[in-house]
């Protein structure tokens, strides 16, 4: 399983517990790394620190070589923070019939926001490249003032491979 925008491990440790075998942490930030390998030093079989939308060819062979079947993205999509030719990139890692499983704050799967991670999701589902097995809204946390922020949490079958051109700004 790739763990991209791993942080400290946290995601990582929880998936242990439920019984994940093989993770690999996927960061941009070395200092997250240095985070996990301290906090969470069994948590990941390895991790890379790397921006996948300018890998170094070794960089994305070494995760090729991994042959992942699942990606896990935790509360780090359509703010900006991995951008969505990052996560085609790890997406396109995962073989055909693995899931990938995310959240999303749930105005980005409104159909007015047409940029972004919020319209390649919207493509790939309208394509079939996924196939949702779960859809599921929930209170993520509450904002500083006391409003319930609300996220939509998916996991989807890769049925095929993404095409680049499903990206809005490629």
């Known amino acids: 399983m790739l763990d991209l925008g791993a942080g400290n491990g946290i995601v990582a440790e929880a998936l242990h517990e439920r019984g994940g075998a093989q993770i690999v942490g ?3 930030l070395p200092e997250a790394r240095a985070a996990a390998l301290r906090d969470r030093p069994d948590a990941y079989t390895d991790y890379l620190v790397a921006d996948l939308c300018d890998a170094a060819p070794d960089v994305l062979a070494r995760l090729r070589a991994f042959d992942a079947n699942a990606l896990v993205c935790v509360a780090a999509l359509g703010f900006g923070d991995i951008p969505a030719a990052a ?5 396109s890692l995962v073989s055909t019939g693995g899931m990938l499983a995310f959240n999303i704050k749930e105005e980005f799967l409104d159909e007015r926001y047409t940029h972004g991670f919020s319209e390649l999701i ?4 309208r394509e079939k490249v996924v196939r949702v097995e779960v859809m599921r809204r929930y209170r993520h946390r509450l ?7 609300f996220y939509t949490a998916l996991v989807v079958t890769k049925l095929a491979e993404i095409p680049r051109s499903m990206l809005v700004d490629p």
């Open 26 to 28: 996927l960061d941009i």
């Open 87 to 91: 996560f085609h990139q790890a997406a």
């Open 122 to 125: 919207r493509r790939m589902v």
């Open 143 to 149: 904002s500083a003032a006391g409003t319930p922020l």
